[in-house]
Structures are given as C-alpha cells and as structure tokens.
C-alpha cells in the first residue's frame, strides 16, 4: 500500500484520527485525576510504633447537616472501614486497655457556583455573603461540597496525637462523598506503619 | 505538522485542571554578623495561624523543626540545649482563594488530507486554591534577627500544601550562610 492509494489515505486518516482521540482521552483522563482528592498522613517520627499493638474506636462524628451523609448507616460503614484497615495493619481491637485511641470525623463545606463562575461558601445551605441577596438554589448554577475526613490516633498513656490523616474531596453531591468514605479511610489507613507478627 | 502541534500544545495547556502553581522563596540575612562564629542553635517553637487539620497539629510542627534542625545540622550547626548562639524558629499562615477560570475554543487547522476541528472550550468555573506562607527567623544570642527566610506557595488543596512544607523549609536553610560574606 503506497501512501497515494486511495485505501491508503482513508486508513491513515482513520489512525490519525484514532491516534489524535487517543491523545485527547490521555489528557482528559489525566486532568481528571488531577482534580481528584488529596490527602496527607502525619505520624510521630520519634515513637515506636512497634510497640503499639492495641486500639480502641471512640469517636464517629459527621458535621455536615445533610441527610444523605449524616445518619447511622454513613457512620457505620465508614467505621466498619477504618476497623478494617487497622486490623490489616496488624493491631488488634480491644474494648479495654488499648495502646491507641482511634477518632474520625467529617467536615464539609458547600459552595454554590454563580452565573459568573465565582464560588460563594454557603453557611448553613445559605448564601450569606454581604454582596449577594440572599438566596437558595434554584437548580440552575452548579455547586459543589468540599468534604475533609479526619482519622486521628492518640496514644492513651500519654495523651498525645501519635499519627493523623486528612483527605480532602470535592464533589457535585454530597452523597458521592458519603459513597467514598470507606475508600478514603482505608487509603489513609494504608499509611499507618504494619505491625509485624 | 508544526501548526498541529502547535495547537495540541495550547490543548494540552487549557485542558489542565490543576491551577496555577506557584512557588515563590525569598533569603535576607544581617551582611554584618559573622556566620562562621555562630556554630550552635536552638528551636524555639513555632507558630501556626492555620485552622486547617492537616497543618494545626503537633505532627505537622514536629515534621517541621525535624526538617529545620536536620538541614541545619548539614549546615555544620549543632543543637543545644543551653547557651545557643542562634535561636530559630518558624511561622505559617495560610489563607484560601477562589479564581474563576475560563477556557477559550481551539482550533485545530486543517493538515493536508484532514479536516481541521474545533475544540469546545468551557464556560467560566471556580478554581479553589490555598497560599501558604512560611517564615522562618533565626536570632542571635542577643535577640537580634540575623536571617529570614519567607516561602511562599500555592497548592490546590491543604494536603498538598502541608506535604510540601517541610521540603519548602529545606530549600530556605539550604541557602543559610556558614561563613562571613
């Protein structure tokens, strides 16, 4: 096939094209994993984490105030999750006597998207900014919720935190935040330093 | 082909969905003060004017004196506990910002052989983002600043921010005299 047949011009045309889509997915995909979440684990670097063997689950705490996150099933499902991942790690869950205190919590802030592409916080699912009427959504603009998870570990004989991972996601609905809750956790989690047996 | 390229690249440059980042460091120091001489510190702690978790913790101001004393103590300085010659201590705040961005229509030109097309471009978005702003001061025994270091960065998310701090203040000890200029 020489690059003047006509075959040859209808087949390069379609693997240019095919090549050039190609390219365009790469990107979109790449750009959308840009503006995926982030997150960022600390640890106390001058404690011995292979002495800590125990933990104990305290605090569930959901501060957002919107059905589809904020109840029982969110809760458990997320705690279920962080349970998980600990005993992945290789610490055994005690009700008494535990090396280490394990808390998460969840904080969101809301933002609705104006005409002009400004992202104005919502206070209390209200717009309350002193240059714009106060108004609710009337399902036309777009808005988004920032929702930041919290796992915190604290050494109960001293009191002290020992090791904290934040995430933060932004999402068009809330409930897609709710649905990723686990998967947040056990990514945090996946930090903690293994405990060998 | 060059014109083609040309236009991927202008594709390749709007369809980023990472704002903008900057990194910005900025090194001022006493000309007067003999730095050969000053061969022990001490830290002093610091302070964070941040609200968010993943900063206001006190992991994140171990993670931070553990990076200034380590870059120090490559700098041939060493910690004490009584009678420093230097003190150093650091300082952040950080402060949200919101940006709308917009993304014009590309045209990619015709080649031989291939139609040319057009690339929609989206309508005006908000782009969140948080600038940081760390400072580091280093004193004299006499309570004198004798060096700062101020980095200013911007990250489209808290974590990312607070990840790269710690490396941040690296790079500003990196340029701490030892010797007299």
């Known amino acids: 096939m020489r690059p003047g047949d006509l075959r040859c011009r209808r087949e390069c045309y379609y693997f240019k094209q095919m090549r050039g889509a190609t390219f365009l997915l790469a990107l979109l995909l790449w750009a959308a994993a840009a503006a995926a979440g982030d997150y960022v684990v600390d640890l106390d670097r001058h404690l011995d984490f292979k002495a800590i063997r125990t933990f104990t689950l305290r605090g569930a705490h959901i501060a957002i105030d919107r059905p589809e996150i904020n109840n029982p099933l969110i809760i458990e499902r997320t705690t279920a999750a962080v349970r998980a991942a600990l005993l992945a790690r290789g610490l055994q869950e005690v009700a008494e006597g535990a090396d280490l205190r394990v808390d998460w919590s969840l904080r969101g802030q809301s933002f609705f998207v104006n005409e002009w592409g400004h992202a104005i916080p919502l206070i209390d699912g209200v717009n309350r900014t002193p240059f714009q009427p106060r108004r609710g959504r009337r399902g036309g603009p777009d808005s988004f919720t920032e929702g930041t998870l919290v796992i915190d570990m604290t050494q109960i004989s001293s009191g002290l935190l020992v090791w904290r991972g934040v995430h933060r996601e932004r999402q068009r609905e809330v409930a897609g935040i709710a649905d990723k809750l686990p998967a947040y956790a056990k990514k945090m989690l996946a930090r903690y330093p293994a405990v060998k047996k | ?181």
């Open chain 2, 1 to 181: 082909m060059k014109a083609r390229l040309r236009s991927l690249a202008l594709l390749l440059a709007s369809l980023a969905a990472t704002p903008v980042l900057a990194a910005d460091g900025a090194v001022t120091f006493d000309a007067g003060t003999d730095f050969s001489h000053l061969r022990t510190f001490a830290l002093r702690e610091g302070t964070i004017q941040s609200a968010k978790p993943e900063i206001d913790n006190r992991l994140f101001r171990q993670r931070m004196d553990d990076a200034i004393r380590d870059q120090l103590r490559r700098k041939g300085l060493e910690e004490v506990s009584t009678d420093p010659a230097l003190v150093v201590t650091f300082s952040f705040t950080d402060a949200d910002y919101s940006q709308v961005q917009r993304t014009p229509p590309t045209r990619i030109p015709d080649a031989p052989g291939q139609r040319g097309f057009v690339v929609p471009g989206s309508g005006p978005q908000p782009l969140l983002f948080t600038e940081g702003t760390l400072v580091i001061d280093v004193f004299d025994a006499r309570g004198e600043l004798v060096w700062r270091g101020t980095w200013r960065n911007t990250e489209r998310s808290g974590p990312k921010l607070s990840a790269s701090l710690s490396g941040n203040a690296r790079k500003l000890l990196s340029k701490f005299p030892t010797r007299r200029r």
